[in-house]
């Protein structure tokens, strides 16, 4: 079993930042790509930031310079760094990984999501 947990989120106002954090745990061999998605009211999921093992990164045009992913290997752990907020940041926030639990089987999962608002 396999579980991704999330932490961080919560309330803060416009221009400020805010930390997630996605600590992924469980049977896991190794862990391919990892990334953030929002879903925000009324709207469909969209990636927000994508990185690779190797540690390439790609996000939304609507975070570039205000966001950062970054992922601790040795911890089985991704992050996003969001300065800047916006009210229009405000959504539930979802970790997903890539993540293969024996040489034949691999999967993808998601985490719980963990709510970020932004107020005007």
């Known amino acids: 079993q396999v579980q991704l947990v999330e932490s961080g989120g919560g309330l803060v106002q416009a221009g400020g930042s805010l930390k997630l954090s996605c600590a992924a745990s469980g049977r896991i061999l190794s862990i391919n790509a990892m990334g953030w998605y929002r879903q925000a009211p009324g709207k469909e999921r969209e990636l927000v930031a994508h990185?690779?093992?190797?540690?390439?990164?790609n996000y939304a045009d609507s975070v570039k310079g205000r966001f950062t992913i970054s992922r601790d290997n040795a911890k089985n752990t991704v992050y996003l760094q969001m300065n800047s907020l916006k009210p229009e940041d405000t959504a539930v926030y979802y970790c997903?990984?890539?993540?293969?639990?024996?040489?034949?089987?691999?999967?993808?999962?998601w985490g719980q999501g963990t709510q970020v608002t932004v107020s005007s």
């Open positions: 990185i690779t093992s190797g540690g390439s990164t």
């Open positions: 997903n990984a890539d993540i293969r639990i024996s040489t034949f089987f691999k999967n993808d999962y």
